[in-house]
């Protein structure tokens, strides 16, 4: 069940993206000269991208600013990290070196159905995997039985 579960997580997974985490050493983030951050744009009917080098001490809110200027406003709600959780209103005020590591930062702009893909998608694989093998016991106990009986 497991396998079939992450060929479906695949299946529905975003292209592959390196991730950077959160730098322990904050001192460290808060020195970096840039923070080059990489944007995604996950729309319904595209996907867009952009890499830029901000100061450290810009905001989330600004590299939506300057994401947008690039490829246009989008309507998406989200600023979301590398793992796909949302920021916060108030985190989207405060300096990127909190959320860098090794100055960088990846971040998507998406909608709140797409947050919810991968969820619904595994949902709904693991209900097929439950029927599909309520079907083979039942197929394979009424084989034992026919044997059974003879």
């Given at each position: 069940m497991a396998h079939i579960?992450?060929?479906?997580?695949?299946?529905?997974?975003?292209?592959?993206?390196?991730?950077f985490g959160v730098s322990k050493n904050q001192?460290?983030?808060?020195?970096?000269?840039?923070v080059h951050v990489f944007m995604r744009r996950l729309g319904r009917t595209d996907y867009r991208t952009?890499?830029?080098?901000?100061l450290p001490t810009k905001t989330l809110r600004d590299v939506k600013e300057v994401?947008?200027?690039?490829?246009?406003?989008?309507d998406q709600q989200h600023i979301v990290d590398e793992n796909g959780f949302v920021f916060s209103e108030k985190m989207l005020d405060e300096p990127l070196w909190k959320f860098s590591h090794c100055c960088r930062l990846n971040v998507d702009f998406t909608y709140d159905n797409?947050?919810?893909?991968?969820?619904?998608?595994?949902?709904?694989?693991?209900k097929i995997a439950a029927e599909t093998?309520?079907?083979?016991?039942?197929?394979?106990?009424?084989?034992?039985?026919q044997k059974a009986n003879l």
């Open positions: 579960l992450k060929r479906v997580e695949e299946q529905f997974a975003q292209p592959a993206v390196p991730k001192c460290e983030e808060e020195a970096c000269k840039f952009l890499r830029h080098a901000f994401f947008e200027k690039k490829h246009g406003e989008g797409n947050l919810t893909t991968v969820k619904d998608a595994t949902s709904s694989a693991m093998t309520n079907t083979v016991v039942r197929s394979v106990r009424g084989r034992f039985d």
